[in-house]
């Protein structure tokens, strides 16, 4: 990395990408812990161009291109994964109308699925979360017919076989059982069609009701049916670092 003249002030830029104050910034930089394309910047009167470097704050990516979005979305019941969907059904499109950026989901929900789906801009950041070669961990609470035994996590841990291949949970955890109905708590990196529906009318128990509450890093939390939240400072450079970026 080489200081660029033209550029604007090092410090200038972490405090408006939400790092912190100038102050604290410069701080920062004096104790050895920013990185501009993988050198550790010291000196004050830095100056580098947001469009042409990385820098990393603690190991941690900075986005610092302004022009790059990430939103979380709650996706309620009954809508398509889709900006756009030829057949007049509701899509996600109707929740960021008002934004001037071009936005793209994140993956899929089914129709019938509801929770978190992320949508984005960064078309980098997409494709790694996508990518089933940095198995993106989702995390997903479902109602299911029947009485579930807590046998049935060594089951979908050592994993089933499906039309389409062999498919393993990463995690299981039974919240609640009961004669007719149960709550199931599932993680898993695979990304194919309605994969934890499948994999639950594999065991007998089909999926009543489905919700995913985690993708990656980020976390549903309390975001309504409906509503989006901005990914940003800390929480995105964490997303961001669990795929490589």
Same mark, same amino acid.
Request: net charge negative; aromatic share 4%; with cysteine.
């Given at each position: 990395?080489?200081?660029?003249? $033209? ?15 100038? +102050? ?22 830095? +100056? ?79 494709? +790694? ?20 035994? $807590? ?23 039974? +919240? ?70």
């Amino acid at each position: 990395m080489t200081n660029d003249p $033209r550029g604007e002030r090092l410090q200038k830029v972490l405090a408006h990408a939400g790092v912190g104050s100038r +102050r604290y910034c410069e701080v920062l930089m004096e104790q050895g812990r920013i990185e501009v394309d993988g050198q550790i910047v010291t000196e004050l009167g830095t +100056r580098v161009d947001p469009a042409k470097v990385s820098i990393h704050v603690d190991g941690m990516p900075v986005q610092i291109h302004e022009d790059k979005l990430t939103l979380a979305l709650y996706k309620p019941p009954g809508v398509v994964s889709t900006m756009e969907d030829e057949m007049g059904r509701p899509s996600l499109a109707q929740y960021v109308e008002d934004r001037p950026e071009r936005l793209f989901h994140v993956g899929r929900l089914d129709q019938d699925t509801e929770g978190l789906i992320l949508l984005s801009n960064d078309g980098e950041l997409t494709h +790694r979360l996508t990518h089933p070669s940095y198995e993106v961990p989702k995390t997903y609470i479902a109602r299911v017919e029947g009485s579930v035994t $807590r046998g049935l996590g060594k089951v979908l841990t050592r994993g089933v076989t499906l039309e389409d291949g062999f498919v393993q949970v990463d995690d299981f955890v039974l +919240r609640e059982s009961a004669d007719r109905n149960s709550i199931v708590e599932i993680t898993l990196h695979s990304g194919r069609n309605r994969i934890v529906r499948r994999i639950m009318e594999e065991v007998g128990h089909p999926v009543m009701e489905l919700v995913r509450t985690r993708f990656g890093t980020i976390e549903v939390g309390h975001l309504k049916p409906g509503r989006t939240r901005q990914i940003a400072g800390t929480e995105l450079s964490a997303l961001m670092h669990s795929v490589g970026m």
